[in-house]
């Protein structure tokens, strides 16, 4: 009994005393490999650990792709051991004589070990990064190697492997001073170096260096699978097997596989900086640009309030449409002219070796009076990455003629060209006006006859409506000098409740609030809308006022109600309607 009692106690003292006398170690699988291929790195602790070595030292010249760890326990002729181990995959950045460091481990540090890498190793396949004699290497081929500062530079890089590689995969790593953009898919093909066949896999990017000067840009990586040397192959070592296989998801599970690693070389860029001769606002370095433009509508004519549309395009090869500017601001509009731009859109497209950018944009313009307007030219500066030049889009100037407002005041004129060309001024340039033609030709003849027909029915319509609403009134006393009856119910409150709205720059609700007093005010013949009421109780100016409140809610643009609060500051005269002609109904309703 005392003699277990010992070996128990033994026992007991040995593990409290193995932290005490733990070491680590640092052994490689193997010392020599070639360009691509992995090497593992085992550390072994003497003793039991919950700590994990510091692998940060290794990151200067490998990636380190995983580990694992696990730990033993023995005991032999009562004497217990315990070891923890730690294995790391590891893959050289780069070929030469690698010195792996001393590594940290519980205040324990591990002896240095060599590494070489590339050349023949022997028991291995030999895969060097750009070396046609290798199995597997990378390519890259640059475009332009002094591209300018924000234009596009095209790299090429090209797998090629004479074996069946497993679960690839290729990345080109961005950094903050370059843009990567990969542009259309990758292409296979075959190709035959120095006596080898090879499957080349072709990949393109495009380059954005965002500053001048020389900027580092780190090569393609690619990680994949290859089949372990030495390995059970279920068909042998036939090639046309191997290679089918090659080609299958499920290849490497019928073969034990090791993985790779392989760095391409790093990208250089001497990057030019925007030139001297570059002038404008706006840096454009592409190959080509266009600039073009729609109107919506095209013809017909213009009156005040009338929203019409310009589109505009422009696109650039070479340049993503983010890398395009905003279309509005190259847009100048004299005075009378107001601008609503929309949201611009912005896309880009494979167009050969490069992309098409392509921003579009729609820009409503109203006119707030009626007159000749000239929109000036629109310029852009770009310059020619080609030809190292500046070139200038420019869209040509415009001439509007707008008319007055629809059933306004002032008479239009008779019809003829909105847009006729101004005459030429001396020093002026004349714009290129936008032709809006009404069909007087014989053409048009058919459309005369039926719109003086509907005009007929129209009028016979309103009398037919008159004769019947005057039938279906009361007789009305004489005027006896009597005091005018009290207001209706419900006018007071209709009106304070439009000064309100307009204070409150709500242009539906002022809208409907004036609406709602002025069929207060006429209960038996209320106005149909704005303009009708405008021409019963005010001016000109009160008439406009209106008219821009009714355009308001239809534009559903924006609208300050101070100026026809001031306008309208007590409830107008009623006066009654004209008798001349009937309203026309309201656009807006």
């Known amino acids: 009994m005392n003699n277990i009692n010992r070996i128990f106690l033994a026992l007991v003292f040995t593990t409290f005393a193995l932290p005490a006398l733990a070491s680590v170690t640092a ?6 490999v070639a360009s691509g291929q992995t090497v593992q790195l085992q550390l072994q602790h003497d003793g039991t650990t919950d700590s994990q070595p510091d692998l940060g030292p290794l990151r200067n010249d490998f990636d380190v792709l995983g580990s694992s ?103 080109l790593p961005a950094s903050s001073d370059v843009l990567v953009k990969q542009i259309g898919k990758d292409k296979q093909s075959t190709e035959l170096r120095n006596g080898h066949s090879y499957q080349v896999v072709e990949r393109k990017y495009l380059l954005f260096p965002q500053r ?9 990586v690619l990680d994949a699978q290859v089949q372990a040397t030495g390995s059970n192959n279920p068909f042998g070592n036939d090639p046309a097997f191997g290679n089918i296989f090659g080609q299958m998801p499920l290849a490497g599970m019928l073969n034990a596989t090791r993985p790779i690693r392989l760095h391409g070389k790093t990208i250089m860029l001497n990057v030019l900086k925007r030139p001297a001769a570059a002038t404008g606002a706006n840096w454009l370095p592409a190959q080509n640009v266009t600039l073009q433009e729609t109107w919506r509508p095209d013809s017909g004519a ?9 589109h505009l395009q422009l696109t650039a090869l ?12 190259l847009m100048q509009v004299p005075d009378g002219i107001k601008t609503y731009p929309d949201q611009s859109t912005a896309k880009d497209a ?51 003629d707008i008319l007055p407002a629809a059933g306004g005041s002032t008479a239009p004129p008779p019809p003829q060209t909105a847009a006729a060309p101004a005459p030429p001024s001396q020093g002026a340039t004349t714009g290129t006006p936008i032709q809006v033609h009404f069909g007087q030709g014989a053409e048009s003849r058919p459309w005369i006859w039926l719109s003086a027909a509907l005009a007929l029915l129209w009028v016979g319509t309103l009398f037919g409506w008159w004769y019947t609403r005057r039938r279906a009134q009361p007789a009305q006393p004489e005027k006896t000098g009597e005091p005018a009856p009290a207001a209706a119910p419900g006018r007071a409150s209709a009106f304070k409740a439009f000064k309100h709205a307009c204070l409150n720059n709500d242009p539906h609700a002022a809208r409907k609030n004036l609406l ?44 300050h109600g101070s100026y026809l609060a001031k306008l309208l500051s007590s409830p107008p005269e009623q006066s009654g309607p004209p008798e001349s002609r009937e309203p026309l109904p309201e656009l807006y309703s």
């Open 516 to 559: 709602a007093w002025a069929v207060a005010a006429w209960p038996d013949n209320p106005p149909a809308g704005l303009n009708e009421l405008s021409r019963r109780v005010g001016g000109p100016a009160l008439m406009e006022a209106l008219r821009q409140l009714d355009r308001a809610c239809y534009m559903d643009e924006s609208w």
């Open 318 to 329: 070479g340049l993503t449409g983010a890398q395009l500017p905003d279309l509005g601001s």
């Open 350 to 400: 494979i167009q050969g070796d490069t992309v098409l950018g392509t921003r579009d944009q729609d820009i409503a313009l109203i006119a707030s009076r009626p007159g000749r307007f000239e929109l000036p030219e629109v310029k852009l500066n770009w310059w020619d990455t080609v030809h190292n030049v500046q070139h200038v889009v420019t869209l040509p100037a415009r001439v509007l």
């Open 69 to 171: 760890s696990g730990s033993n326990v023995q005991i032999i002729n009562g004497h217990m051991s315990s070891q923890t181990q730690v294995t790391v995959l590891l893959s050289p950045k780069h070929d030469g004589k690698i010195l792996i460091p001393p590594l940290q481990w519980d205040g324990q540090q591990t002896a240095a070990l060599e590494l070489t890498v590339g050349g023949p190793s022997t028991g291995q396949s030999r895969q060097t990064s750009g070396d046609a004699s290798s199995h597997i290497f990378l390519t890259t081929t640059l475009d332009q190697k002094q591209p300018y500062v924000q234009a596009a530079d095209v790299l090429t890089v090209r797998l090629y492997a004479d074996q069946p590689i497993f679960r690839a995969s290729l990345d």
């Open 302 to 310: 213009i009156h005040v309030g009338d929203p019409v549309t310009r």
């Open 212 to 220: 001048s000067g020389s900027l580092r840009l780190d090569g393609p």
């Open 27 to 32: 052994s490689l699988d193997q010392d020599h």
